[in-house]
C-alpha cells in the first residue's frame, strides 16, 4: 500500500494524531484558521454544515458579459504605444497584446451579490493573510497579485460558496501562482503548513483543478503590479536604455507597491482596470502628465480611480515611509520585488475614517484579524 493510500484511510477512521505533521505552530502572525474541510468530488463540505457548497468547473467565458467593471473605451485600445524602441520586438506589437490581455480578463465586484454569506472585510482579511504568506516565503509581488487575480475571477464563475471554503480557495490560488511566477515555488506541504493544519495537501490539490477549470486555464493576466513597475520602469529610463533592466530607484517603487496593496485589499479597487489602479497610483508619486504619457491613458480615464484613491494616499503617508527590507538569499538588486507585509488592515481602517463612502461590512460574529 502506497504512502498516499496509507493516509486517505488513516483519515478516513479518523486516527488521533494524523494531522501532526502540519499542526506544529510558527511565531509567524496569520488568520485564524477556518473551519476544517472534508473533500470529495466536486462537493467541498464543512464540518456542521447539512448542506455542501458545490463548486462548478464551468468555464469563466460564462460569466463575462456580467461584469460590472467599466469597460475600456476603443479610444483607449487605439492610442500610439507608450513604450520605447525595442530592440527584440515592435513595441506597438507588444503594447496591443498587453492591452488585450487587459480585455480578456475581466473582473468585477459584483460576485460579492452571489456569495451571501461572504462580505468585503472577509475578501480584505483574506488577501491580508496571502500578503503575509508571500513574505514569509519570500514570494514576488507579481505572485501575491496572480492569486488575487485567480481569486476574484473564480468567485465570480461561483454561487454561494460558503465563508469556510474562503482561505482554502486563497491559498490555492497562491499556490497556482508560485507555479507560474517563482523559479523554486512553495511545496505543496508548505502551502498546508501555513493553514496551521486546516487543510490537506490532497484538499489543495482537488481545490486547484477546480480553479483551474473554472478560469479555462487563463492564468497569465496583466496584473496591477505588472503595469505599475512597467509605467514606473518607462518613466525613469535614460534614452537608448534597455527596457528589460529596471532602472527606478526601488525605495520609490516600495512605496508605490505599498499604496497597491492598500487599495487591492479594498473591493472597489476591482471597478477599475488593473492598468488604470497602476496609472492611478503612479500619478500619485510623479507629474500627472508624465503618468499620462507612460500609461498611455488621458486624465478623464484616470481621475476617478485617482480621486477614489485619496483616502488611501492619506492613511498610507499617515504611517510614514516604509524601507526596503534584506532577506536571507535575495540579491540586493532584487528586494524590491519580493512582496512585503505591513499593518494594511489598520491603515484600511484609516482610510475608512477618511471616506464616508468607504464600504462598511455590518457587525458580526466573524472571527477578527489581530494585527
Request: aromatic content about 8%; hydrophobic content about 35%; some cysteine.
Amino acid at each position: 500500500m502506497s504512502r498516499r493510500s496509507v493516509r486517505l484511510q488513516r483519515r478516513s477512521e479518523n486516527v488521533p494524531g494524523q494531522r501532526g505533521k502540519v499542526t506544529t505552530q510558527s511565531n509567524r502572525r496569520r488568520v485564524q484558521p477556518l473551519s476544517k474541510l472534508q473533500c470529495e468530488k466536486n462537493q467541498l463540505v464543512p464540518k456542521g454544515v447539512a448542506k455542501p457548497s458545490v463548486l462548478t468547473e464551468a468555464s469563466e467565458k460564462r460569466v463575462m458579459g456580467g461584469s460590472d467593471a467599466a469597460a475600456p473605451s476603443t479610444e483607449s485600445l487605439l492610442r500610439p504605444s507608450p513604450l520605447p524602441h525595442l530592440g527584440w520586438g515592435s513595441p506597438a506589437d507588444v503594447w496591443e497584446k498587453m492591452v488585450g490581455r487587459e480585455q480578456n480578463y475581466r473582473h468585477s465586484k459584483s460576485f460579492m451579490q452571489k456569495h451571501p454569506t461572504i462580505q468585503p472585510r472577509m475578501r480584505s482579511i483574506l488577501l491580508d493573510w496571502l500578503i503575509e504568506v508571500s513574505e514569509a516565503y519570500t514570494l514576488h509581488r507579481q505572485t501575491f497579485y496572480l492569486a488575487q487575480d485567480y481569486f476574484d475571477r473564480f468567485m465570480l464563475t461561483q454561487d454561494n460558496i460558503e465563508k469556510g471554503l474562503l482561505q482554502l480557495i486563497g491559498i490555492t490560488c497562491l499556490f497556482i501562482a508560485s507555479k507560474m511566477e517563482e523559479a523554486c515555488p512553495p511545496k505543496l506541504s508548505q502551502m498546508a503548513y501555513v493553514t496551521a493544519g486546516t487543510y490537506y495537501e490532497e484538499e489543495i490539490l482537488h481545490m486547484e483543478l477546480i480553479i483551474l477549470k473554472a478560469l479555462s486555464w487563463n492564468v497569465c493576466p496583466e496584473t496591477s503590479v505588472s503595469w505599475l513597475k512597467l509605467y514606473f520602469q518607462v518613466a525613469s529610463m535614460n534614452a537608448g536604455s534597455d527596457l528589460l533592466q529596471p532602472q527606478f530607484p526601488q525605495d520609490a517603487y516600495v512605496e508605490m507597491t505599498r499604496l497597491l496593496d492598500l487599495c487591492i485589499l479594498h473591493i472597489n479597487a476591482l471597478d477599475f482596470e488593473y492598468r488604470v489602479l497602476a496609472a492611478s497610483v503612479l500619478s500619485h508619486f510623479i507629474q500627472r502628465e508624465m503618468a499620462e504619457k507612460v500609461s498611455g491613458l488621458p486624465r478623464d480615464a484616470v481621475q476617478l480611480c485617482i480621486d477614489w484613491m485619496a483616502p488611501f494616499v492619506e492613511s498610507v503617508n499617515g504611517f510614514g515611509r516604509t524601507t526596503l527590507k534584506e532577506f536571507v538569499g535575495v540579491k540586493e538588486e532584487d528586494r524590491h520585488d519580493v512582496q512585503t507585509h505591513t499593518d494594511y488592515m489598520a491603515m484600511l481602517a484609516v482610510s475608512q475614517e477618511e471616506n464616508s463612502q468607504f464600504l462598511t461590512p455590518p457587525n458580526s460574529t466573524e472571527k477578527t484579524c489581530t494585527h
